[in-house]
Antibody, heavy 119, light 110 residues
């Protein structure tokens, strides 16, 4: 059974670096075509795709945030990480990780982790 | 970026048909695929995949959900609408990066 779960600091101050972890099971990120993405959603607003990393270690970023994002994975292919530098109040959102199994769809999502940027 | 436009809300009566539209700023179809997908999101929950490649029902999704469209115009249909379908529905394109989502259509009961 496929599961993903996000974890993060909950709250952090402006200008700091946000570090998020996506821990997953039930599939392998080393499977050809497999991708794990990060998506965020401010309260009451729509979804914004942020970044992705694929089975081969290739990384993809939303150009609107690319300079501030770093996506990576662990060597055991069971966790994916996202760092966002210089956070601002506008980065307050629920952050999701989701699986993309070789197609363009997100077929499994984590429950999301809420992150608040506040001084 | 490909912009996806959805109406903010739709009110329907239980047992009736709901038609939710999504218009893309440019074609999201290839010669082989219509790269538009639909998700349902209930309050406090993560999005759930309903329809992929415009018209394919995701695993475990009731057959009262269906999708259609090609090019720039796509539709999600729920027929008949049940109380459990009250949610916000998002379209998403995978034709090109960055992947983008529509602004969402909130389904309400009339």
């Amino acid at each position: 059974q496929v599961t993903l779960k996000e974890s993060g600091p909950g709250m952090l101050q402006p200008s700091k670096t946000l570090s998020l972890t996506c821990s997953f099971s039930g599939f392998s990120l080393s499977t050809s075509g497999m991708v794990v993405s990060w998506i965020r959603q401010p309260s009451g607003k729509s979804l914004e795709w942020l970044a992705a990393i694929d089975w081969d270690g290739d990384k993809y970023y939303n150009p609107s945030l690319k300079s501030r994002l770093t996506v990576s994975k662990d060597t055991s292919n069971t966790q994916v990480f996202l760092k966002i530098t210089s956070v601002d109040i506008a980065d307050t959102a629920t952050y999701y990780c989701a699986r993309r199994p070789g197609s363009g769809v997100f077929d499994y999502w984590g429950q999301g982790v809420m992150v608040t940027v506040s001084s | 970026d490909i912009v996806l436009t959805q109406s903010p809300a739709l009110a329907v009566s239980l047992g009736q048909r709901a038609t939710i539209s999504c218009r893309a700023s440019q074609s999201v179809s290839t010669s082989s695929y219509n790269l538009m997908h639909w998700y349902q999101q209930k309050p406090g929950e993560q999005p759930k995949l309903l329809i992929y490649d415009a018209s394919n029902l995701a695993s475990g999704i009731p057959v009262r959900f269906s999708g259609s469209g090609s090019g720039t115009d796509f539709t999600l249909t729920i027929n008949p609408v049940q109380a459990d379908d009250i949610a916000t529905y998002y379209c998403q394109q995978s034709r090109e990066l960055p992947l983008t989502f529509g602004s969402g259509t909130k389904l309400e009961i009339k």
